[in-house]
């Protein structure tokens, strides 16, 4: 893999290097080499992480025989399923006793918010009938509209109006 190549690619460099005459070209492989190297142990380094990784990895593994199902002659009828409603009924009990059990400790928060629900519905309420009671008192002291007399037939303006005793 990866590790390979570049163990492959140093070696390359090191025949280069050897064969290299020119300082700028010993310098230019010299740290391409140096490169070569940090990766190398770069990627051993990860290697031997991961080998300790799997060493301490746990396989749990089960082997069960491979059971074929039975088959039942017995057919299925009104006590059976007399019974399983039973089984239903007392699962259900079951289900009400633990969800009980556990609101118990919430019991006092419950009741107290209960309690304040119903201190304030009480008291709007009682400011609603206040508020009905005072408007029809209200509407009760106020005379009645007058009523409507008919109108007068206008009166002339030639002075032809009603006639005069």
Do not use: M
Not at 20 to 31: G, T, Y
Not at 36 to 49: F, M, N, P, S, Y
Not at 73 to 80: E, I
Not at 108 to 116: C, I, K, Y
């Amino acid at each position: 893999g990866r590790l390979e190549n570049a163990q492959a690619s140093a070696q390359r460099i090191r025949e280069l290097l050897a064969k290299a005459e020119q300082v700028q070209n010993l310098i230019a492989l010299e740290d391409r080499l140096t490169q070569r190297q940090t990766e190398i142990e770069a990627l051993e380094g990860q290697l031997a992480q991961l080998d300790d990784r799997v060493e301490l990895a746990t396989i749990d593994l089960t082997v069960t025989e491979r059971q074929e199902a039975e088959i039942s002659d017995d057919v299925p009828g009104p006590a059976k399923a007399l019974r399983a409603g039973g089984v239903a009924v007392v699962n259900i009990g079951q289900v009400l006793l633990a969800v009980g059990a556990f609101l118990v400790p919430f019991a006092p928060f419950l009741l107290a918010g209960a309690w304040l629900a119903r201190r304030t519905a009480r008291r709007r309420r009682a400011r609603a009938a206040e508020r009905r009671a005072a408007e029809e008192a209200r509407r009760a002291e106020l005379p009645p509209p007058p009523r409507p007399t008919p109108a007068a037939a206008p009166a002339s303006p030639l002075g032809g109006g009603e006639p005069e005793p």
